[in-house]
C-alpha cells in the first residue's frame, strides 16, 4: 500500500544559489533517489565501542589472550569450537564478563539456537556460566550472556583466591540448525567489582514493594536509540517516542542510583502497511540488562497490526544484597548504574505488515529516593560504573524540542523532526530511531508538494536533505532567512 505523502520544504525568497550549488530541482532529484534507496536498506548493524580493541579468541587455554578490565574487545566466534580469554584476578574483586553476539547479515536461527559463556579456574572448575537464545521471534539479532568469578560467601567450587581464569565463548545450536554455520562477531566487556569495606550483605533483602506501577503518562519527547551498549540512547522517567523497522534491535539506557526501582513498558504502534492480515506470535522483545550486561529479565507481545505492549513484570529496588537472592532476576539488580533496554522487532512482521518503520513508545519509571552505597575497599574498573552521576541525570532528563507537539504524529512517521546523531561519545550513528530535536522552520515563500511512493523512512532522508541544503546556502548568504 502506497502512501500520499504531502511535504512543505523552504526554497528561495531572495537571491541566487551560491556558486557550485545545484538547482534546487536537482537536488530534490537525487535526495528523492536517495530517500528510496534509503527505505529499501536493510535495518544498522551493530555499533561496537568505538575503542574496542580485536583480539583473537584462542582454541585452548594455553595461548587465550589476556582482558582487562574496563575495556571493551572485538573478536569472532566460528560456528564449531570454542574460544579462550583469559583473566588474571586478585583474591577479592568481583570480575563480570559479558558477550554479545552478532549473527552475520542472511543469517537464519531458531528460537533455540544461542550462546553459552564461562568463566572457569586454573583447574576447570565453573565459577558461572550464562545462556542467551534468539527466543520466539526467530529473528538473528544480537544476544548477550554473561558470567563472573564472585568472592565471599557462598561461593562453592570455584577458587576463589588471586590467579588465572579463562573465558569460554561457544555457540548453542540444536543439530542441523541453519545457525550452525557462519561466523558471528563478537562484543567482549570485562568490569571488575571491589569487594566490599568490612563483610557486606550475608542474606538477601527484605520485603519490597512487588505492584505493578502505574503507567507513566504526558507528552511523548522524542529519542532515538542506539545501534549496540556503546551508542544507546539515554532516557529518564518520562514518555518517549522512537521507531523501529522489522529485524532491528534498538538500544536504550536509563539511570538508576541505589534504592531505587525500575519499569519499563514498549509499545508498538499500530500498523498502516503490508496485506494487514495474519498476526506474528511474538513479534516485540524487550530485553533489560544490568551496568554490566548481565541479563535481569524479558518482556514480548505478539502482532496483529493493532498496537501492542511489552511490560517488564516488577523489579527490587537497586540493592547490594538483591545478589543474595534465589531469584536471578532479583540478584541482576545489585548495581547502581546504567540499565540498558534492547528492543528487537522480529523480521517476520516485514512479511505481513510492510519494512515499516513502526512506531515505538517507551514508558520509564525510575522511583524511590536516591539510598547510600555501599562502602567499597576500592574502585570499581572502568571507575564510577555502579554510580549515577549528576553528568548521567542531565543525560537522561529531557531537552528543548523534543516534546511531539499535538498532531505532530508518532515517531515512525512523524518526518518533521530531523534526526540527531548518536550518543556522544559513542561510535556509529544510532539505529533507525527518528529524530530527537526539532529545527526551527526557516522562512520561504515557495512550496514542494511531493505525493505518493516515498515511504516515511524515505520522507526523512528527504526532509533532512532539503535542510542540509537549506542551511548550507543560508550560511553562504546565497537565500534570505
Partial sequence: MCATV???????????????????????????????ASAASSPPPYAFARDARSVEGATGTTAAALLEAGRAYRSSLPAVGKR???????????????????????????????????????????CSTGIAHFGPTQSPHPIVASASRETG????GCAVGAGVYYVVVERRATAGSPAASGDWSLELGYVSEPAPRGAGATAPPGSWNSASPEPVLGDARRRAGGAGFATA????????????????????KVPVDWGQQLSAVAELGSSTGGDGGG???????????????????????????????????????????????????????????WYYLAVHLGAPVAGRFG?????????????????????????SVPRDVFEVTAADREEAAPRPGETVGAGGGSAASGADAPRRGGTPGGGAPAGGGVAAGRADKPRGAMELVAAGGIGTGGVLVLWLGLWTVVARRRARGGWAG
Fill in 6 to 36: 504531502v511535504l512543505t520544504a523552504l526554497t528561495a525568497t531572495a537571491g541566487a544559489p551560491a556558486a557550485g550549488d545545484a538547482p534546487v530541482s536537482e537536488t530534490v532529484s537525487t535526495l528523492y533517489s536517495g530517500a528510496s
Fill in 84 to 126: 579462550y580469554y583469559r583473566l588474571e584476578l586478585d583474591s577479592a574483586e568481583n570480575a563480570y564478563v559479558s558477550a554479545t553476539a552478532v549473527p552475520g547479515a542472511g543469517a537464519q536461527v531458531t528460537s533455540s539456537d544461542g550462546l553459552k559463556v564461562s568463566v572457569q579456574d586454573a583447574d576447570g572448575t565453573t
Fill in 153 to 156: 560467601p557462598d561461593t562453592y
Fill in 233 to 252: 540512547g539515554a532516557l529518564g522517567q518520562g514518555v518517549w517516542q522512537d521507531a523501529i523497522k522489522p529485524g532491528q534491535t534498538v538500544f536504550y
Fill in 279 to 337: 498476526y506474528v506470535g511474538t513479534a516485540l522483545a524487550m530485553s533489560l540488562y544490568n551496568p554490566v550486561r548481565a541479563h535481569v529479565d524479558d518482556a514480548g507481545a505478539g502482532y496483529s497490526g493493532a498496537q501492542a505492549s511489552a511490560a517488564l513484570d516488577p523489579l527490587p529496588p537497586v540493592a547490594y544484597a538483591n545478589r543474595r537472592a534465589v531469584s536471578d532476576r532479583v540478584g541482576a539488580m545489585r548495581f547502581a548504574g
Fill in 355 to 379: 519494512d515499516g518503520p513502526f512506531g515505538l513508545t517507551l514508558r520509564v519509571r525510575v522511583s524511590g529516593t536516591p539510598a547510600a552505597a555501599p562502602q567499597y575497599a576500592g574502585r
